[in-house]
């Protein structure tokens, strides 16, 4: 009993201690710094994560926030947990974030999902700015986007289109109903977007059966994607972590083990035909990139494997993100066209 006594006088002592601390020794030269009007309504602990649930009628948070921006205007904070947040909905203002204040705005926040599926923030997408950042960035952009590499590339986009147009006259040579055959459009536009994106980062593609590793990957990326966008309570209230609120924590150490083992197995052989490339028998392609790189100077921060593989991924699911985004807009169209879901073709 005087043991429980004692443990809550020292825990009281503690919070009267920071209290005082944080009322009276606060910094002036802080105290002087223009802050953003805070959004009313918050709660001990939690703050305003309670307003990002939605209402029984609207469950969509940028409604939630756009009702709030009417309320307290085009710039205010909110504190989200332990992380204090500004939300900027005035278009002037946006801009001056990424112009004026790029610098300032250029880190990335920590997060449990980061941190175990992207290599500990080894992924450039989402580490905070520095060396790492502008190196790896700089690859990417001369080595898979520019001009020059993407032209290399195009035998790879026209053949796997090619490719996803004989699945479709496969399927109506087989199943030909009156000169009309129906596909599955996701499933279709999946493939040939996996398979791309898998022979340009990698040299592997699903149609293959050489390599089962991207099947593999395509159903770990799937749940990546969905776990990087889950409500994890260890992100807000990092205190909570070790209680697995969800079993998010565990998912995700599954999701990354699944994920490193291929790419582990994709870098092996890449590093074992590192001969073949280099007397030019066999194309480059980005892993063999970023290996060549890595021998000649090497990335700041992280070992050259982690690095190599983190960039891969990254530049994977950011292109991955992209193709799909593409294909939701041309179903918004076929939509607005009155076109049915799914793809008809009459083939003479």
């Known amino acids: 009993m ?40 918050a709660w001990p602990i939690i703050g305003h994560l309670h307003f990002l649930r939605g209402s029984k009628t609207d469950q ?35 801009k001056e974030c990424f112009t ?61 289109v090619k490719s996803g147009i004989k699945v479709i006259y496969n399927n109506w040579a087989k199943n030909n109903l009156n000169g009309v055959v129906k596909m599955e459009m996701k499933e279709w536009f999946g493939d040939i977007v996996m398979n791309t994106l898998g022979k340009m980062l990698f040299g592997k593609g ?3 059966n050489e390599d089962e590793g991207i099947n593999r990957a395509h159903k770990a990326i799937r749940r990546f994607f969905e776990l990087l966008g889950a409500f994890v309570v260890g992100d807000f209230l990092p205190y909570l972590r070790w209680l697995d ?17 291929v790419v582990e197995e994709w870098l092996a052989e890449h590093k074992t035909k590192r001969g073949i490339i280099k007397s030019g028998e066999a194309e480059e392609d980005f892993m063999d990139v970023m290996l060549s790189i890595c ?5 700041p921060e992280f070992d050259a494997d982690t690095a190599i593989k983190a960039t891969c991924m990254v530049r994977f699911f950011i292109q991955l993100l992209f193709y799909f985004i593409l294909l939701y807009c041309i179903i918004i169209y076929t939509n607005a066209q009155n076109l049915p879901p799914t793809f008809h073709s009459n083939i003479d």
């Open 295 to 299: 021998e000649n100077s090497g990335l």
């Open 2 to 41: 005087d043991l429980f006594l004692i443990a809550v006088t020292v825990t009281c002592s503690l919070l009267v201690f920071f209290f005082l601390r944080k009322q009276f020794f606060t910094d002036k030269s802080q105290s002087r710094i223009r802050r953003v009007p805070e959004a009313g309504g």
């Open 206 to 208: 699903r149609r293959s």
């Open 100 to 160: 004026t204040n790029d610098l300032a705005l250029a880190g990335r926040p920590k997060s449990m999902g980061s941190e175990i599926m992207c290599y500990k923030d080894a992924m450039f997408g989402l580490c905070s700015y520095g060396p790492y950042w502008r190196e790896t960035r700089k690859i990417t952009i001369v080595e898979l986007l520019s001009n020059r590499r993407i032209e290399m590339l195009k035998h790879i986009r026209e053949f796997e």
């Open 245 to 261: 609120i969800g079993g998010h924590e565990k998912a995700m150490k599954k999701v990354s083990r699944e994920m490193d083992s």
């Open 60 to 94: 969509l948070p940028h409604r939630t926030l756009g009702r709030m921006a009417d309320k307290y205007g085009s710039i205010f904070g909110m504190k989200l947990g332990v992380h204090q947040v500004v939300v900027v909905s005035d278009p002037k203002l946006a």
